[in-house]
Every structure is written in C-alpha cells, then in structure tokens.
T-cell receptor, first 114, second 114 residues
Framework: GENVEQHPSTLSVQEGDSAVIKCTYS??????FPWYKQELGKRPQLIID?????GEKKDQRIAVTLNKTAKHFSLHITETQPEDSAVYFCAAKFGGTSYGKLTFGQGTILTVHP | KAGVTQTPRYLIKTRGQQVTLSCSPI?????VSWYQQTPGQGLQFLFE???????NKGNFPGRFSGRQFSNSRSEMNVSTLELGDSALYLC?????????????FGSGTRLTVV
C-alpha cells in the first residue's frame, strides 16, 4: 500500500548544529516529495519540495536529497536556530488512483536548544 | 494573494450532531483536499475534489462527505458525530491535480466533540 515512514520521531539539537530527518516511501511511481513545517497551533507550511527528476534541492539553510532507487528522501537543516523548533512532516504524492493525494509521514518533533 | 481560508476556526459539537466545515481555496486553485490531524494518527487524507468531482477518497466512514462548488470552494460534512472525530480538519488547495503541484494549507478548523 501507500506508505511513508519518517524517522526519527523526535530530534533534539544544539543551536548551530545540523539536523537530518529521513523518510522512505513505498511507491516507486511517486515523483513529488514536499516537506512541511508546523509550529504549535499553526497550519503546516511548505518549506521545500523536490521532484523526481532532481536529486537535490537547496534553499538557504534547508536542503532536500532524493534517492529514487532506494526510495528515500531526507531533509537537512544546517546552522539550526531556536525558531527552527517545530514539527516537520515529509510527504509523497502517489500515482495511479491516488493521483492527487499526499501521504504524510508521522512527523518529527525538532527541538533546537539555545 | 489571499491564502486558503477555513471557517469556522473552532467548533464544539455534541455526539450525534452533524457539522459542516468550509474551505475557500487560493484564487485560481482548482483542487481542494481535506485532511484530519490528530496527535495519534498524524495527518490523514480524507478526500480530494477537482472541478466539482471527488477524485480521491481516504479510509474514512461514510459519515464523512464533501463537495466542491463551481467557484472551487469546498465543504465537508460529518454526520452523527463521535468523540473520536475531535481533531483539526485541514483544507489544502493546489493549482491542479497531478504529481507536479504542491499544496497550500489553511489554518484549519478545530472540532471538539463532547
């Protein structure tokens, strides 16, 4: 079935360190992989996304890498800041009858300590 | 450009009642999806509408239904409310279906069933 596994479920880092969150997906036909950040009491916000014709995408301190052969993708945050503390969700858009559907990972609670 | 607007923001209902939630997508966005977010289950896909037609449906009972109007606005309805329906209901809009389009979320409707 359509499944997205996300690890770790919680991640604690010191300010300035890097943080890495990994996701694996089940459907090799997927070719769109967004990452969302959700602060407490707020809506999920798209922070970066990648399509399967690209192996890596970077936006300032945030980067996403995609390995289609292994069916996994990762979020990398460098030089973390306390305002990066939030829940991060990965997602994959599956093909076939699930053409417009995003399937989400279970989320990672990132805490950045000053 | 206005974002995705969901109304109401908060609702308290009694078991057995029904509820209707509303979502106005970003202007020009024709696809609207609904998700249920709970602490235990994360973000679960409910359904997606495109051009007034339901294109995808998640694994929820028939008590959950929705529709989309010609102006792309969408409503979802939950009948015979149960305590377990308490959740944040998020609406997301996209320019179109297909794997290349990202979703923008609204701030959600927090439903509490007592």
């Amino acid at each position: 079935g359509e499944n997205v596994e996300q690890h770790p479920s919680t991640l604690s880092v010191q300010e300035g360190d890097s943080a890495v969150i990994k996701c694996t997906y089940s459907d090799s036909a997927s070719n769109y992989f967004p990452w969302y950040k959700q602060e407490l009491g707020k809506r999920p916000q798209l922070i970066i996304d990648i399509r399967s014709n690209v192996g890596e995408k970077k936006d300032q301190r945030i980067a996403v890498t995609l390995n289609k052969t292994a069916k996994h993708f990762s979020l990398h945050i460098t030089e973390t800041q306390p305002e990066d503390s939030a829940v991060y969700f990965c997602a994959a858009k599956f093909g076939g009858t699930s053409y417009g559907k995003l399937t989400f990972g279970q989320g990672t609670i990132l805490t950045v300590h000053p | 450009k206005a974002g995705v607007t969901q109304t109401p923001r908060y609702l308290i209902k009694t078991r057995g009642q029904q509820v209707t939630l509303s979502c106005s997508p970003i202007s020009g966005h024709r696809s609207v999806s609904w998700y249920q977010q709970t602490p235990g289950q994360g973000l679960q896909f409910l359904f997606e509408y495109f051009s007034e037609t339901q294109r995808n449906k998640g694994n929820f009972p028939g008590r959950f239904s929705g529709r989309q109007f010609s102006n792309s606005r969408s409503e979802m309805n939950v009948s015979t409310l149960e305590l377990g329906d308490s959740a944040l209901y998020l609406c997301a809009s996209s320019q179109g279906q297909g794997q290349g389009y990202g979703y923008t979320f609204g701030s959600g409707t927090r439903l509490t069933v007592v």
